[in-house]
């Protein structure tokens, strides 16, 4: 019982790392632009809002754990959206091929992160000697009270609050796309920008904005992993394959936050499932690994069969748009 | 004088490089009125209406609305001028619903309330006596009802002044017919619309006054009911014309093909035809009519060997009266009995041609595989388009340019001058006048009927019911993949036809 409590606990720290990488896909792709660059951008999320918790506490001999949180998690956005702005400038503005550009971007905000991760592990002294304490704690707590429930506490309120901020995000984003004007507006652009741009919507505004602030989304997912999961500390390329998890939900949830929720929860139980069967050798732990990918591709399969509209990505998507191409 | 237009244009001139599109044009438009803008294919309709959308900007001149002078940057101004526009290829978004797409960028409240969103339109729908569902996607509409969409899109956003962009083009008579009471409902309650066409039995129904513009040049504005179709055209062209198409008696029809219950189903496993009669004979021009994606291209690709077929035979009998089964054969071998397709599909190049090749290497597509040894041999397909550039009136600057930048019409003329040359013993063309001038389209009338002359069956799919009523000699009917009807040329009429291409059970005269 308690094995089984402690692999979903997992499964669900797990999936909100891609989830968080999963929302800010949801958010670009939906404007048309299919940015390969999260999995990079996550990197970058990571390591600025550990940079800037690192710096905090490391000038500052009385660190308030509030302040601490609220500049990691303003570092973490900014430079993850300016990660995004990237690849706007260069897809949007340039028209550059969105795939070359969004692999380059991986590549080098997976530098990007190793690169400044190696820099503040030698100021901090060493590898592994970073120490965020008061900001790391902060964002480990568990809710007072209710986590001291058995089973249940166990299982709802034993994250931290960033668990329960990108359910929330998921909750708005999904709100913001189906049920507000905007949403429609950035519908419209994802599906067909001509005709978006004929009914009168600034096309490039909205791809830049939902670009960045996707992107900013997703980085936030690189620090929940560093401040949460890793409770304050750098390792080079900790973060594996996560930021490609969190593009391959997109498919799997059919571009639909809600379904990104629970899809996130089951990546994450399959990407750790190999740890709680007894028994596996190296080789089959391999190919554990390889389950979310699989059903992904599974998904994709049977989306192709249905050819039901609604489930198919966006139209404009990976395309760029001229506007004197009509 | 002024106020009484909802619409001037003053001397607008557009240059597009060195090419003049709009020179000196001049035009009014009266409140509650239809003026129908008439012109050849190149004659600068369009880019005089994207420049009162806001698409284009004009180089010189005024634009006037209700008297006062604007500056129209953006369709998002034109909006605010209450200046809507259909235009040719809907701008719809095809997942969302028709009241979604009508409320795309408009301001309001940040929070969609989608039932009152819906009950605003509906009054407006129930007003002017639309037929829509607004709940429904648009990729599950007919063409006529996505047109109605954009309609209803513009007139929610209080458009009183309506651009409508060739809008009969994809529709059945009767569907027009049921525009035009639309439109002239519009009118009666002071909306004032344009309408761009080249069809002059329409401009002549519906419009209380024409615009004639050639060559990007303003010719003149008349009143309608002193107009006639000849008045017109010979005002189009600059010159007097001869609108007859000629339709020579068939000179001793043989059997030429004969398709018995040809079936056939596209990848999703829908019958595209289905149980397909049809007897072809040399000699003679049969159309097919249809509402588009009713069968007419899978037809044209079954019996080139290109889809194929579930069951049925089409068996081709030659001259000497062998008969050989189309159905069993592949696209090659049918070929080489003679059998040409010259498929003009919507965006003109894309099957048939290749756009960024020249008109000999466009040639060469049909003869490559004759030369022999591994290279290949230029000197016979640059001679033939040099004979079809000639002979076919074909403007392009040379052989060697790229066909993409050719204009529609003139690609059309590269497309079917090319499978004539085959010398074909069955000769089906699609759409070979689509969206292209008067001139060009009776260029390629006298071509098919030449082909007649010579003893080729002649098969051709056309849009406009006039065409194929003054062309052919028999007509077949498709409905839903379905012969509908086989019809005399000489004495159906169009509004015959147009209820054989709704009627899902066979009829008609043979």
Redesign the interface.
């Known amino acids: 019982m308690s094995v089984l409590i402690i692999f979903i606990q997992k499964a669900i720290v797990q999936g909100i790392c891609i989830l968080y990488g999963a929302l800010g896909e949801i958010m670009t792709e939906k404007s048309g632009n299919l940015n390969l660059g999260i999995p990079g951008i996550m990197y970058m999320g990571g390591i600025s809002g550990l940079m800037g918790a690192f710096f905090y506490e490391k000038d500052n001999p009385n660190p308030n754990a509030l302040v601490g949180v609220l500049i990691s998690l303003l570092c973490a956005f900014t430079v993850a959206a300016l990660g995004g702005l990237i690849y706007s400038v260069l897809t949007i503005t340039l028209r550059v091929n969105q795939n070359v550009t969004g692999l380059a971007l991986t590549i080098f905000g997976t530098g990007f992160g190793n690169f400044f991760g190696g820099s503040i592990s030698k100021l901090a002294g060493g590898v592994g000697q970073i120490s965020v304490k008061v900001t790391g704690s902060a964002y480990t707590a568990k809710i007072p009270g209710l986590s001291k429930i058995p089973v249940l506490g166990d299982l709802l309120f034993s994250y931290g609050f960033m668990t329960y901020l990108c359910i929330i995000v998921a909750v708005l984003l999904s709100v913001f796309l189906f049920?507000?004007?905007?949403g429609?507006?950035l519908?419209?652009i994802g599906?067909?920008p001509?005709?978006?741009?004929?009914?009168?919507?600034n096309v490039t505004k909205y791809k830049y904005l939902s670009t960045c602030i996707g992107a900013g989304l997703a980085g936030l997912g690189g620090l929940y992993f560093v401040m949460e999961y890793s409770g304050g500390t750098w390792t080079d390329n900790g973060f594996g394959d996560r930021g490609w998890l969190a593009v391959a939900l997109v498919i799997f949830a059919l571009w639909k936050p809600l379904n990104a929720i629970w899809g996130a929860f089951l990546f994450g139980a399959l990407y750790i499932l190999y740890l709680y069967i007894p028994g596996l050798g190296r080789s089959m732990q391999e190919v554990f690994k390889a389950l979310p990918y699989v059903v992904t591709i599974i998904v994709l399969v049977f989306t192709s069969f249905r050819?039901k509209?609604?489930h198919?990505p966006p139209?404009g998507l990976g395309l760029p748009y001229f506007r004197e191409e009509? | 004088m002024g106020e009484n237009y909802a619409l001037e244009l003053k001397q607008i001139t557009k240059r597009f490089g060195s090419v003049l599109a709009n020179d000196h044009v001049d035009l009014t438009l009266k409140k509650s009125e239809i003026l129908a803008i008439l012109g050849e294919n190149g004659s600068g309709k369009t880019t005089l209406m994207n420049m009162i959308y806001g698409i284009y900007y004009p180089d010189e001149g005024h634009i006037l609305v209700d008297g006062k002078e604007v500056s129209i940057r953006s369709p998002k101004d034109s909006h605010h001028l209450g200046i809507g526009m259909v235009h040719q290829h809907f701008k719809l978004v095809d997942v969302l619903t028709a009241a979604e797409n009508i409320i795309l960028g408009l301001p309001g409240k940040t929070m969609l309330n989608m039932k009152k969103v819906t009950a605003e339109i509906q009054a407006l729908v129930n007003k002017y006596g639309f037929d829509i569902d607004l709940s429904q996607k648009i990729y599950e509409m007919s063409v006529s009802q996505k047109q109605t969409v954009e309609i209803v899109k513009m007139l929610y956003r209080g458009a009183r002044i309506l651009i409508l962009d060739e809008p009969t083009a994809v529709l059945t008579p009767q569907e027009a017919d049921r525009l035009f009471d639309i439109l002239r409902n519009m009118r009666d309650d002071g909306c004032s619309i344009i309408i761009i066409t080249h069809k002059l039995q329409e401009v002549l129904a519906l419009s209380d006054r024409v615009a004639i513009l050639r060559k990007g040049r303003y010719i003149d504005t008349v009143e309608t009911a002193k107009a006639n179709v000849q008045s017109l055209s010979e005002m189009m062209v600059g010159a007097k014309v001869d609108l007859d198409i000629d339709r020579p008696e068939p000179v001793s029809p043989q059997k030429r093909l004969e398709i018995k219950g040809l079936t056939c189903r596209d990848k999703e496993g829908i019958k595209t035809l289905d149980d397909v009669d049809l007897v072809v004979n040399s000699g003679e021009i049969l159309g097919i009519a249809g509402i588009s994606g009713s069968g007419q291209k899978e037809l044209l690709e079954a019996v080139a060997g290109l889809q194929a077929a579930e069951s049925g035979t089409i068996l081709f009998t030659d001259a000497d009266g062998n008969q050989k089964d189309l159905a069993k054969m592949d696209s090659v071998e049918i070929q080489e009995l003679g059998v040409s397709l010259a498929f003009v599909p919507e965006d003109r190049i894309g099957m048939g041609l290749v756009g960024d090749m020249d008109m000999t290497d466009n040639m060469m597509l049909r003869s490559y595989h004759n030369g022999k040894g591994g290279l290949l041999d230029r000197r016979g397909p640059r001679q033939l388009a040099t004979t079809i550039k000639d002979q076919l009136e074909i403007m392009t600057p040379s052989i060697s340019s790229p066909v993409r930048q050719m204009s529609g019409g003139n690609v059309q003329k590269v497309l079917v001058g090319r499978e004539i040359a085959q010398n074909p013993k069955i000769l089906m063309v699609a759409y070979p006048t689509r969206g292209i001038d008067i001139n060009s389209s009776h260029t390629i009338y006298k071509l098919l009927n030449e082909q007649k002359k010579h003893g080729v069956a002649v098969i051709c799919v056309i849009e406009d019911l006039d065409v194929l009523l003054a062309l052919c000699d028999r007509i077949a009917v498709l409905c839903g993949g379905k012969i509908s009807g086989v019809v005399n040329g000489r004495s159906a009429t169009k509004e015959g036809i147009g209820l054989l291409m709704t009627k899902h059970e066979k009829g008609g005269e043979q």
């Open positions: 049920k507000t004007r905007y429609l507006n519908r419209a599906e067909n001509g005709t978006a741009d004929a009914a009168g919507i050819k509209k609604e198919q139209a009509r």
